[in-house]
């Protein structure tokens, strides 16, 4: 075992299970140190920190499980410290920290907010704590059947699939075409940020352009033509922060990338929930 002691945590992990239980315990801190054990955490965007699949050293080389093996919910503590944690750690584990089911269904379907539609609205505003364990499986491709799984299971969530024309935005290159660095090493795509502010290593702008719809709360969709990885640091003034001087997102992009958004309507794939209900606590 090796024992370190990361700059952004404040206790020593001694192996991924001790670094784990910190996180599930309250230790925000070491978000960071977790990036290092190949855990990977998905949060809501204020908060968000997202490690590609590539950080992960251990890949286990059989077929996924479809459903966890074990699996407990309980409503998530009213001072719980982490607002929708969804977690993977080593050895087949999953943990979903003070999370919603509005959540659990856009990571599970791989789907923003804005494209659910048909639910009691307390899928928004009730919260969980989630365990789940299977083995076989590693990456967040593959937890997405498994957290499926556990929603048809445990919340009778039944679902289709439509396609709606909305308001989305396009990403455009510039007039003056972009400034964007390509990233020349590896590590796989890692993006994040906080409010006012996105960080990116080794991302397309696809990728980019998902996240962009998250802050934006409108999808976004590339059409920059541009196919290479890039690594930048995005800043700019939320519209609630009170300052007239700093630049809006769209502004932002235009200064800082050589990018624009341009409004435009386009056919957007929804999740219409036919069915969801509360789940009985083990």
Known sequence: MRAFRDQNCHQDALDANILYRLIR?????????????????????????????????????????????????????????????????????????NITVGRLIQQAYDVRDFQVTGAPSWIDSERYDIEGKAEGWSTPAQLQPLVQALLAERFKLEIHRDTREMPIYALLVGKNGPKLKESTSGGGPAIGGSKGRINAHQVTLAMFAGRLGQVLGRPVVDKTGLKGEYDFVLEWTPDEVSDPSGPSIFTALQEQFGLRLEGQKGAVEILVVDRVVRPSQN
């Not at 230790?27 to 955490?41: E, T, Y």
């Not at 966890?68 to 919910?73: M, Y």
């Not at 410290?81 to 943990?95: D, E, N, Q, S, T």
């Open 25 to 97: 315990d309250g230790s925000p801190n070491c978000l960071h140190a977790a990036a290092r054990w190949g855990v990977i955490l998905f949060m809501p965007f204020r908060r968000l920190i997202f490690f590609g699949a590539t950080v992960l050293t251990q890949l286990i080389a059989q077929t996924p499980p479809k459903e966890f093996e074990v699996a407990s919910i309980k409503p998530a503590a009213p001072d719980s410290k982490y607002v929708g944690a969804y977690l993977i750690a080593p050895g087949g584990r999953f943990m979903g920290i």
